[in-house]
Structure formats: structure tokens, C-alpha cells
């Protein structure tokens, strides 16, 4: 599936109303007390645009550039993204790389390999791939010392896993990190939406 077959993504109009970003402070679950310094930012969106220090890609493994959102960051950063990815001879699934961003007003990118959905299979084991992608990019910015990172909906799209269920992997891995590691350099997460159903995942389970 490509996103021009995605009749549920929003119009460019929608996708520039910045103003719909609505932010939210984590609250560890165990101590209902509010995770310090830690934002996170659900909007609609395109992940190029985003002044941040870091934005995630949901990459193919050969870290070459596709469709979707990895065609996108390609696009948008220019031919020295892939002559850098050349170098990085690929991604394993659930692993992160990191990458400058080139003509992005980001100042990196971590690309990550989602695991694809099929009806065969146990959900719980391709609940914990996804998740393994989100755990990689939180940990390679930390290492980094990044202070914002923006990801995509991972997964969500051609590799077409559930959009409720890849939410709440994310919004559960994201938390459990925040939880676990209390003194971080990240202080801001930003969720990037491509499309209404994604935004409204989300926000169920944000807000
Ligand atoms: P995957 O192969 O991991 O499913 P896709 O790129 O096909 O990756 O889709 C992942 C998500 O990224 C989808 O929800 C898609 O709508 C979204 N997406 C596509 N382009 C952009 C963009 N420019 N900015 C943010 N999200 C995007």
C-alpha cells in the first residue's frame, strides 16, 4: 500500500494546521506522579519539516530509501542521505542507525526497520519487534545526547501493522523508557501523524 492509497491521510491544508499539536507531560503509572521533563507532542504533520534534533525513519532494511515515509526523508535530505546509507550496509529490523540529515531542518536521523504485520504469527512476538524499534531510536538519541526526537507512525504503512495496536506499543514503549531512565537528555517526544486514524489512536490513548 502507498500513501496515495491511504484515503484517510490528511490534506496538505490539515497536515499545515501546527496549531492541532496537543502536548501532554507523562505520568509514571506505578507512582502517578508526572515524569520530569519529559513532553510529549502529538500532531499531525510531515516529519521533513520539523526543526528537531533528531527525526526518526521507518527505513527499509537496505537503508536505500522506498516509499512512504523513508522516500519522503530521501527527498527531502538529498542525494548525500543515501551515499552515507550506503556506507551503513543495511539495518537488521528493530535496530537504529544514525545519520546527519542533510537539507532537513533536523540535525539527524535515526533510521529504524519496523517488523511487517501478517495474519500468521503471534501478535505478542510482533508487538515486541515493534517495540524493539522504538527502545533502539530512544536509546541511540540518549547515547547521542539529544534533547528532541519526532517519530513517524512505524509500521503503520506498507509494512501495514494495526494502527491501534502499533499505537500502543509506541505510546507503552515511550512511557516504560521514561520510566526506567529518569535523568535523560530528551525532553521532548514528538508523535507525527500522516493520517486521521493514526491521530486518533493516539489521542486516545495520550490524552
Ligand atoms: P512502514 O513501511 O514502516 O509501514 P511507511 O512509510 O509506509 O512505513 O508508513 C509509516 C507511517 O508514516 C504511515 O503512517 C505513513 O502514513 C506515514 N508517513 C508517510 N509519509 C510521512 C511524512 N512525510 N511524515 C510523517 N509521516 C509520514
Known amino acids: 500500500m502507498t500513501d496515495e492509497d491511504n484515503v484517510d491521510i490528511f490534506s496538505p491544508e490539515e497536515l499545515g494546521k501546527i496549531s492541532d499539536v496537543l502536548s501532554v507531560s507523562l505520568v509514571n503509572r ?31 532494511d537496505d537503508l536505500t530509501g522506498g516509499g512512504g515515509v523513508d522516500g519522503a526523508i530521501h527527498k527531502a535530505s538529498g542525494q548525500k542521505l543515501l551515499g552515507e ?13 544514525i545519520t546527519g540529515a542533510y537539507n532537513m531542518p533536523s540535525k ?31 536509546v541511540m538519541a540518549e547515547l547521542q545526547g539529544l534533547k528532541s526526537i519526532a517519530f513517524p507512525c512505524i509500521s503503520t504503512g506498507a509494512y501495514c501493522f494495526p494502527k491501534d ?5 509506541a505510546v507503552e514503549t515511550i512511557r516504560d523508557f521514561f520510566n526506567l ?11 507525527v501523524c500522516f493520517d486521521s486514524q493514526n491521530f486518533e489512536e493516539y489521542k486516545k490513548l495520550l490524552f
Do not use: F
Not at 546509507?85 to 542507525?97: H, S
Not at 495496536?165 to 506499543?169: K, R, T
Open 30 to 60: 506505578e507512582t502517578n506522579k508526572r515524569t520530569p521533563y519529559v513532553d510529549i507532542e502529538l500532531m499531525r504533520g510531515d516529519i521533513t519539516q520539523l526543526e528537531v534534533d533528531v527525526v526518526v525513519n521507518a527505513a527499509h
Open 181 to 191: 531512565y529518569v535523568n535523560t537528555y530528551l525532553d521532548l517526544v514528538k508523535i
Open 85 to 97: 546509507c550506503l556506507n551503513l550496509y543495511g539495518c537488521p529490523q528493530g535496530e537504529a542507525r
Open 165 to 169: 495496536i502499533a499505537a500502543e506499543v
Open 108 to 138: 539527524y536521523i535515526i533510521h529504524t526497520v519496523g517488523p511487517v504485520w501478517t495474519p500468521a504469527g503471534s501478535i505478542k512476538e510482533k508487538k515486541e519487534r515493534l517495540r524493539n524499534c522504538y527502545r533502539s531510536c530512544l
